[in-house]
C-alpha cells in the first residue's frame, strides 16, 4: 500500500467525486489548487457540465481514460458507491476528504486491492510534501 506521499508523487490524473462549481466551497478551491501545482482534475459532478476548464463527467465509470487517483468530496455516506465505481473503473487508488470516514469504503477499497487514504485533505498533504523536499 503506498502512502499519501506517494499516491501523490505518483498521480497525473485525479478524478474529483463531488467537485463543485462554488468557489467558496473546499470541493472547488481545492481541485483548482491540485490543478495549478500540475495534476490534471477530472471534475465528477452530476449537475455541471464543465469545470476548471475539463469537461465534467456524471461518475467515474464515464470517465473514457485511466485515472490515477478517485478523490471523494461526498458524504461519507456515498463513499461506498464510489468506491465501488473507482473499482469498476480500474482506478489503482481513492482519497477521501477531511472528515470523510467510511468503514465500508475502506473494507471494499482494501479487499479490491487499492490503496486507499480517508479523513486527509490532499492540499495539505500536497502542501506537507512540498515542505519535506526542501
Known sequence: MRDAQQLLA???VIAVVGASRDPGKAAHSVPLQMQRHGW????VNPFVDELFGEQVYRSVAEIPFPVDLVNVFRPAADAPDVVRDAIAAGAPAVWL???IVSPEARELA????LDYVEDRCIAVERAVGALTRI
Do not use: N, S, V
Not at 110 to 113: I, N, P
Open 97 to 99: 476528504q477531511l472528515d
Open 40 to 43: 490534471r482534475i477530472i471534475p
Open 110 to 113: 482494501t479487499q479490491a486491492g
Open 10 to 12: 505518483d498521480a497525473k
